[in-house]
């Protein structure tokens, strides 16, 4: 994964528009809170698969980053954004990591169901 560039990740956003896609999203303060803290509450969010159509994407502030989806009747977005890559399954791959290099939140696009 490379650091986001907003104008390249904005692109690749605006290539989804208006079409019918599946995305990830995944938060998770997983095992590393915890692990560190037996007091610390884990917390996690995972949908995968489920299919969106969004008529406005938009990708904002100075890192992390926060993308945001709006579909007809409602939002999707995720906050805490540092990374991405366009892969040549044509997938959006967007993901956060802390200070240590652990995921705290993923958000992905893809025209096609995601295998893994």
Do not use: C
Not at 17 to 37: C, P, R
Not at 78 to 98: P, R, V
């Amino acid at each position: 994964m490379l650091p986001i560039n907003k104008k390249h990740v904005q692109a690749y956003l605006d290539q989804f528009l208006n079409k019918q896609v599946y995305i990830h999203l995944e938060t998770t303060t997983g095992a590393y809170s915890a692990h560190k803290n037996e007091s610390n509450m884990t917390v996690v969010a995972f949908i995968r698969n489920t299919k969106v159509a969004y008529n406005q994407a938009k990708i904002t502030g100075n890192g992390p980053y926060r993308v945001g989806l709006k579909m007809d009747e409602g939002w999707v977005y995720a906050e805490g954004l540092t990374d991405f890559l366009y892969n040549d399954e044509n997938q959006l791959l967007m993901a956060g990591h802390n200070s240590e290099g652990q995921l705290a939140i993923a958000l992905q696009i893809s025209e096609n169901p995601f295998r893994y």
